[in-house]
């Protein structure tokens, strides 16, 4: 049996929820938050729940930070689930400005009080929490055939701003008051604001593809 999928445990976020919709699919996964689990993954999912700057701050302080980023870069299949997609940018604005991983260019955001959406007749409510429909823009392996138009469950305050630089990554939308990014992919790196393992069997067939990605991708055994 190879390397399982390391689901990050840093103090934050569903990690259990994560494991068991693994678990449903089949999937190898074990909870750490050992940097040396990190680099010899086989993928990496990085949930999230809470506050931008304490993310980072428990990353770097668990020393997990650069075995992440060293990972992707050499190719390890990454997850990024909600708070797991905003790190991967430049900076948020949440309590002042915090630095991210800087994986993507852009920022993360607060929805705008007083935001409407169209055809709505009163302001959105912040945090935003529920189902909502994504719009694709650009190919991604988790998200192509059958996703398109598909609704997915968010709980989130703040998300990331659809800069002109983060085009080409951007896999999928969604709107809230403001159009944000809802999916990015770059290589083997991937993310969602919205949380699969809370959308059903879209968001396991989603689990389910990027496990796919981790087999196919894991060095063959000596």
């Known amino acids: ?3 399982p999928i390391v689901v990050v445990d840093y103090g934050m976020g569903n990690v259990r929820s994560v494991a068991n919709g693994l678990g449903s699919i089949g999937a190898a996964s074990r909870l750490s938050g050992d940097p040396a689990d990190i680099a010899g993954a086989s993928g990496i999912i990085l949930p999230g729940v809470g506050g931008f700057p304490e993310c980072m701050n428990a990353l770097n302080a668990a020393g997990l930070s650069e075995p992440i980023k060293e990972a992707i870069a050499r190719g ?4 990024g689930i909600c708070l797991g997609l905003q790190v991967l ?3 948020s604005e949440e309590f002042g400005a915090t630095p991210g991983l800087g994986l993507l260019p852009g920022r ?5 009080q007083g935001a409407r959406e169209e055809g709505r007749s009163r302001d959105i409510r912040i945090p935003h929490m529920g189902w909502n429909e994504i719009c694709l823009e650009n190919p991604s392996p988790l998200l192509d055939g059958g996703i398109e138009g598909q609704h997915f469950y968010f709980v989130h305050s703040y ?3 659809l800069s002109d630089a983060c085009r080409p990554y951007i896999a999928a ?3 809230y008051g403001v159009p944000f990014i809802a999916s990015v992919r770059k290589d083997r790196l991937f993310a969602t604001q919205f949380h699969p393992e809370k959308s059903g069997a879209r968001g396991l ?3 389910k593809r990027f496990a796919g990605i981790c087999r ?3 060095p063959a055994a000596p």
């Open 173 to 175: 939308t969604c709107s």
């Open 1 to 3: 049996m190879g390397a």
């Open 205 to 207: 067939e989603i689990l």
């Open 108 to 112: 993360i955001l607060k929805f705008p």
């Open 216 to 218: 196919e991708t894991a």
């Open 76 to 79: 390890v299949p990454y997850l």
């Open 159 to 161: 998300y990331a701003e």
């Open 89 to 91: 940018f430049e900076a």
